[in-house]
């Protein structure tokens, strides 16, 4: 019997394109196996978003790897260094921060116990509130609803938190340390920096956490194994060894804010010193006889180069004007700062800081109405 075909009824023929790379196996061509068919890369890729162009700037960015050494020791610090700037001297910063903590956290987490013992239920009850309304961290000034709070905070502005769980000596009282991102890294007081510490964190061979590595204040180190420490933070990475804060992708736009309405506000300042402006022929302030009387003065009562120099003008330029000499006209100043496209711009850098976080409207704008502001507040 004759081999079967799909060939039409051509056994031994195998297929080929006309042209270049006649011959070649169209399976090998469509798995990718040759150099010359399937994926590229450059301006050959697939991808749009892959391709080089030079109509755009090359995004320096180290290409993918596990995100603990992506993230350098140095891009957290520096992270963390302008978020606690901005949690400062930023309005905006400080009303999300404060909005996530208020509506997050609210009156703080709270005990129910649920034994289906009434009687033990009360009386885990009592224990927990008794706990919770007194200081139960180690520097005896927060109580749990009031840690809530601040751990909530400093998510926000570091990216992250530690709680120490330890007791209180002589009575065994469960407390809680809370250690700041500043203090969890690396140090060479632990016998060297051992294999797997990446920013403070012991990982071991399958990517676990054993430990964490607290600074003390003499700047020496000590490993704490994972079980004792809470790790309080936002997680998004898988291969990661710590964190960021939410609002970071803000950094630069409220930076960009801050400076524009400070500029801005210097400039109106300036303009709003400016009262009238006089025009004149000679195009200066020349100090002779008809600019003095201009302004109902003698030159003589001023001292020698006061009057020519522009920069002291504004000196003894006030009062009434009493008369202009001939091919003078004077105006009022009117500041043209403070345009709708001056607004436009600082509100589109407002919300792309606050996106990602929170709605703008719900931050800036509470005030307005409507079902589609409804939907954004609900």
Known sequence: MPKKSSNNGMPDKKLSPRGKGKGKDLKARADGISGNYGGGSGIFSQFEGAKFSNKREWINSPYPADFKRVMSTFDRQELTRKMRWLAVNSGLIREIIGCMSLYSVGDGIKAQPASGDAEWD???????EDWANRPCEITGRYNWYEVQQIACRKVDVDGEIFALKTYESGTNRPLLQLIESHRIGTTNEVGGVPEGL????LFNKW?????FNVIRSDGTG?????????HIHHPEQVT????????????NQIVDVLEIV???KLAQKANADIVRTITKESGQFAGDIGDFEAFGMKPQDYPNGV?????????????KILALAPGEKLESHTSTRGSSAYVGMVEHLERGATQGCLPYEFVIEPNKAGAAMRLIVA
């Not at 990446?198 to 964190?201: E, K, R």
């Not at 020519?308 to 330029?317: H, Q, T």
């Open 262 to 264: 400070s500029l801005e």
């Open 222 to 230: 000590r490993l704490v194994p994972a079980s004792s420490i809470m």
């Open 307 to 319: 009057y020519n120099n522009p920069n002291e003008v504004g000196s003894f330029v006030g009062g």
């Open 207 to 211: 990517s676990a956490v054993i430990s």
């Open 122 to 128: 009360k009386l885990a009850l009592a224990y927990f």
């Open 198 to 201: 990446f920013d403070g964190v």
């Open 240 to 251: 990661g060894a710590r964190a960021y804060s939410p609002l970071q992708h803000s950094i």
